[in-house]
């Protein structure tokens, strides 16, 4: 049997990313979203996941590329003198790892995060990270603390196969090649302390390697390669005009990805493959 989560991130992120991830859960294979809890666009996300209540929303937690929740006074601090995160992932992740004196304050916000998101009344359903932070070390040290406190039981487990990406699309090896390995590494160490805790994870994530060009023609091949058991896939669907999506990604191909995700074509090949949708719940959604 072949089960297949479809995950929309950055859900709150903006407008243009709100209504990008609601058509392609009311028109498409979407079954779940990540939440952005200090999005610009968070009180739409919440009022749109409230108004469809079949869309199950995890939190995904940001720790760059946004701006903090909790307060973070002091040197070092996290952020900056507006609350923003540092822009550079290679810079936020060497942060967190050597300046010790932050780790308090990274347990803050991600705590934080956490509380702001269940504020809400919302189910938190799993937990993952932009860019996927929640894998850097001393995060996910701090989320198996947090995890059994809040009753979260889902985590993305961020890892590709990266022989199979390259069969299906040949651009950016040697950055494929690296974050492969990286996050190959990085499942490899978070995997025994989840499977202790009895916290579900997926058996792959797609989406990595080709993160905002997962496009019809590309989703068409990789869904000829799934596995066996529970996969993810996950996107970022988005409609313009809209500046937040162009300031932060502005390669993704925020449509395209949409296209796919309410594609005929697509929903079609995943009936003839007899691949089951579902959510991190178990729930099963139809090919809409």
């Known amino acids: 049997m072949k089960e297949l989560i479809i995950n929309a991130d950055d859900f709150g992120l903006?407008?243009?990313?709100?209504?990008?991830?609601?058509?392609?859960?009311q028109e498409g294979i979407l079954t779940s979203a990540s939440l952005m809890v200090g999005g610009l666009a968070f009180d739409e996300a919440v009022s749109l996941a409230k108004a469809n209540p079949g869309l199950q929303v995890g939190l995904h937690l940001t720790l760059l590329q946004g701006r903090a929740?909790?307060?973070h006074p002091g040197f070092p601090t996290l952020v900056d003198r507006e609350g923003n995160f540092t822009n550079d992932p290679v810079m936020a992740g060497m942060r967190y790892f050597f300046l010790k004196p932050l780790r308090k304050q990274l347990a803050g916000?991600?705590?934080?995060?956490?509380?702001?998101?269940?504020?809400?009344?919302?189910?938190?359903?799993?937990?993952?990270?932009?860019?996927?932070?929640?894998?850097?070390?001393?995060?996910?040290?701090?989320?198996?603390?947090?995890?059994?406190?809040y009753g979260i039981t889902s985590f993305r487990l961020s890892r590709e196969r990266f022989f199979d990406n390259i069969v299906l699309d040949r651009q950016r090896m040697l950055g494929k090649a690296a974050d492969a390995f990286i996050f190959a590494s990085l499942a490899k160490r978070c995997r025994p302390e989840l499977e202790m805790r009895k916290v579900s994870f997926a058996g792959e994530v797609k989406g990595l390697l080709n993160s905002g060009c997962m496009t019809e023609p590309y989703l068409l091949k990789a869904l000829e390669r799934l596995r066996p058991g529970l996969s993810e896939i996950y996107f970022h669907p988005g409609c313009y005009p809209c500046d937040e999506l162009k300031k932060w990604m502005p390669d993704?191909?925020?449509?395209?990805?949409?296209?796919?995700?309410?594609?005929?074509?697509?929903?079609?090949?995943?009936?003839?493959?007899?691949?089951?949708?579902?959510?991190?719940?178990?729930?099963?959604?139809?090919?809409?």
């Not at 993704?252 to 995943?270: I, M, N, P």
């Open 14 to 25: 903006s407008r243009g990313a709100n209504l990008g991830i609601i058509r392609a859960w």
């Open 69 to 71: 929740v909790a307060k």
């Open 109 to 149: 916000e991600i705590e934080a995060q956490i509380e702001k998101f269940l504020a809400t009344g919302l189910p938190l359903s799993h937990i993952d990270g932009h860019l996927n932070i929640h894998m850097h070390p001393v995060v996910f040290d701090i989320l198996l603390q947090l995890m059994p406190r």
């Open 252 to 288: 993704y191909l925020h449509e395209g990805e949409l296209a796919a995700l309410t594609s005929q074509v697509v929903k079609e090949k995943l009936m003839s493959l007899g691949v089951i949708l579902r959510n991190y719940r178990g729930e099963k959604k139809a090919y809409a």
